[in-house]
């Protein structure tokens, strides 16, 4: 966990955010400002600040494993999913995450 990272604070149960999906590597949850009717917020229990920063490679195939089994378990079929790297590109949260969008 780091200090002053809002991501790693929900991770570690700071403010009762309720996980949609959790696995080993990962808890997803609800983005608390949708921009779609289907937000959810993939995030590595493991802080990265972002895509630039990561070493494992292997975490990236098991994101990508908990979107599917997350979509797959709330019965999402079509849907988007986005990276956000670097603050230019729109990144607010330095804490590495996949959003899933959905209608
Ligand atoms: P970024 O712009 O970094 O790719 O995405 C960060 C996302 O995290 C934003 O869509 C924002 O609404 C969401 N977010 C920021 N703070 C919180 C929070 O405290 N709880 C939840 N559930 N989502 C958050
Ligand atoms: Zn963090």
């Given amino acids: 966990m780091t200090e002053d990272c809002i991501f790693c ?9 309720e996980f949609v999906y959790e696995n080993k590597y990962a808890v997803v949850f609800k983005d608390i400002n949708p921009k779609a009717p289907i937000h959810l917020l ?12 990561l070493e494992d490679k292997n975490l990236m ?4 494993q908990t979107v599917k089994d997350v979509t797959k378990k709330i019965g999402l079929k079509s849907y988007k999913t986005l990276i956000n790297t670097g603050k230019e590109a729109g ?3 330095f804490h590495l995450h996949i959003h899933i969008l959905g209608n």
């Fill in 9 to 17: 604070k929900i991770i570690n149960g700071d403010f009762g955010t």
């Fill in 91 to 93: 990144q607010e949260v």
């Fill in 61 to 64: 195939g098991e994101l990508l």
């Fill in 42 to 53: 993939v995030v590595p229990r493991v802080h990265t600040e972002s895509l630039n920063e």
